[in-house]
């Protein structure tokens, strides 16, 4: 099976990705754009194809200053969770009676322990909210889907809110696992996200196909030593040769 930088250097090769290359390259010289640039596939190097269990997809990165990281609905632990956050920290409690392992926001243990936290558009401009979106992104991040659904077996799928749950048909759901429900923020999170008990399901799932499940509730340092130059050689190629 391919490594990340190979699938996206495919990706690279491809004329969509050269428009949303010099959209993004641009977008990044006149205006303010979050994540950091060298964070952009920050969530590929932390999560290897080959330690890949769970995938949970977002939708744009947070728009403040600071906020986004590269991880879906991930925040550095020196800022204040936002809304979502706080709601899927609750989830969290009250699913498993326990406190999350990253209750400062910061989910990188969460990526290093196999969850791919991935953001169906990459980039975005500061205060201004799906602003990258039909760029070239939805088309690279559904890539990326679909090669996970032909290549792996028996990945969970969470998909929150309708953007992410319109990917079910792009997910090969005899090989996969998909759990849906509305999205955690505050507009939609009494609507079905509380109660929808995504992290005790997956762990269930993980642990009946014989995979180590997901520790999702309490504080454990996860080994980096596990893919060490795997995982800087990859942040840095994806860093300087793609974007």
Known sequence: ????????????????????KEFVDKAYETS???????????????????????????QDPYHGYGQAQGLA???????????SMVNILKEIEDDL???????????????????????TILTVEE??????????WETFTDNIIKYIS?????VVFI???????KKEKIIDKEKHHILTSPHPSPLSSYRGFFGCKHFSKTNEILNSVGKKEINWWYKKRIDSKIYPYRQVLLWYSLRFDIL
């Open 97 to 119: 009676g326990r406190v999350s392992s990253c209750d400062d926001g910061d989910l990188t243990p969460w990526a290093k322990d196999g969850v791919l936290l991935l953001n």
């Open 1 to 20: 099976m391919k490594n990340w930088n190979e699938i996206i250097k495919e990706e690279q090769s491809k004329d969509y990705y050269k428009n949303l």
């Open 150 to 154: 032909q290549n792996c077996e028996d």
């Open 159 to 165: 998909l929150w809110g309708a953007p992410s749950i």
């Open 73 to 83: 609905f991930s925040t550095p632990k020196n800022i204040k969770n936002p809304p």
């Open 32 to 58: 303010t754009v979050f994540p950091p640039k060298e964070k952009i596939f920050y969530a590929f190097s932390l999560t290897p194809i080959d330690n890949l269990k769970v995938v949970i997809l977002g």
């Open 127 to 136: 205060s201004k909210p799906k602003s990258h979106q039909k760029k070239g």
